[in-house]
């Protein structure tokens, strides 16, 4: 499993859903491989319920000899809900935390299913690292990803360096910010 963490806004989901799929698309990958939820979406949003998402997932990979690609965008705002299948009275209270199921529970269980290629994307202000690497233990990788550095904003802003500069101190090196302020001045009239 892949985890891609950073900041809002830093194109964590551009770089899935964009980037890497155009990329798997190239390569042969067809439609009907891919597995997409975005849980910050309306459309979405009961699959913040990890028994939900955990049973749309099998029910879009059942054939077995095709490879899917599954994308989970905003994972941190799947919630927690106590599991069904616990009787809550034989429960001791040191263990009642196991009483919920999480996000974390269903994707260890998908990640046992050999068809599947798993990709989630997670904001660092509800998703920490740490939880990550625990959760996890060497079973995903952490793909961390940061705003633009200068170094990397200037050449795409098509400025003069004194300009790219104070442009890049005023609006930070947000992508989305720089294509619309890019966009912005290529549609000015002289």
Do not use: W
Request: charged share 30%.
């Amino acid at each position: 499993m892949k985890i891609i963490t950073g900041i809002r806004r830093c194109g964590k989901s551009f770089l899935l859903s964009t980037l890497y799929k155009g990329y798997l698309k190239t390569e042969g990958v067809s439609d009907d491989c891919f597995v997409e939820i975005a849980l910050d979406k309306r459309a979405h949003i009961k699959y913040r319920n990890p028994i939900v998402l955990y049973d749309y997932v099998l029910r879009k990979t059942q054939d077995m000899e095709k490879h899917y690609y599954v994308f989970i965008d905003e994972i941190q705002l799947s919630f927690k809900i106590k599991n069904p299948d616990v009787d809550e009275s034989r429960v001791p209270d040191e263990d009642r935390e196991m009483l919920y199921i999480t996000f974390y529970d269903i994707l260890s269980d998908l990640m046992g299913r050999s068809n599947l290629d798993i990709y989630v994307t997670g904001s660092n202000s509800k998703m920490l690292s740490k939880d990550i690497v625990t959760n996890f233990r060497d079973r995903g990788s952490e793909i961390k990803v940061y705003p633009l550095s200068f170094k990397e904003y200037y050449p795409v802003s098509g400025l003069e360096k004194a300009d790219a500069l104070e442009e890049y101190l005023t609006y930070g090196g947000m992508p989305l910010a720089v294509l619309e302020k890019k966009r912005g001045r290529e549609t000015q009239i002289p």
